[in-house]
Each structure stands twice: as structure tokens, then as C-alpha cells.
């Protein structure tokens, strides 16, 4: 028997090539971005982990709330948040 394990993007999904990674030294008082799926089970627990990461960091929000927690968020999107950020906090359902 042979097993067999294929890629799950297939071969016309594959991502572009990506630009390596930046390193950030600190997050003190850099442009946060703050991806939120909106979940059921963080409707609570999210604003007040915004809050305290905001004023722990001293940090400029970038949020992009997506519209359902079952849909990815538009590349476009993740595009623009990502050349205004220095750094992202990604939530429940993003």
C-alpha cells in the first residue's frame, strides 16, 4: 500500500512568491493591525483585549473587522492592512 499526500491548494492556488518577513524590535508605540472574524465566542473577550494591548504597547490601531467569521477577508483587504501595519494581532475566526 502506498500512501499518498497531496498539497491542499493544489496546483493553481499557489501562493505567489512572498517577500521575507520583517523582524520587529519592539511594539512599543508601533501601527498595530487588529484582524477580528467577529466569532461568536469572542464577542466579549475581544474589545478588552484591543484595549489592553493598545494602551500596554502605546500602539496605533489598524483594525479590519471582517463581516463573518466563516469567510476569509478579501485579499484586497488583508493587502491594505498589512502596508499601514508594523506588526498584527489576529483574532477568533479570522
Request: aromatic share 10%; charged share 25%.
Amino acid at each position: 500500500m502506498v500512501l499518498r499526500v497531496l498539497d491542499p491548494l493544489a496546483e493553481i492556488n499557489k501562493p505567489a512568491e512572498r517577500k521575507p518577513v520583517r523582524s520587529v524590535q519592539s511594539l512599543q508605540g508601533k501601527r498595530v493591525g487588529l484582524l477580528w472574524g467577529r466569532h461568536a465566542a469572542s464577542v466579549k473577550f475581544w474589545p478588552v483585549f484591543e484595549e489592553v494591548a493598545l494602551k500596554k504597547f502605546s500602539a496605533e490601531p489598524v483594525r479590519l473587522y471582517k463581516s463573518s467569521s466563516w469567510n476569509p477577508a478579501p485579499m484586497s483587504d488583508l493587502e491594505n492592512l498589512a502596508s499601514k501595519i508594523d506588526y498584527a494581532f489576529i483574532g477568533v475566526g479570522a
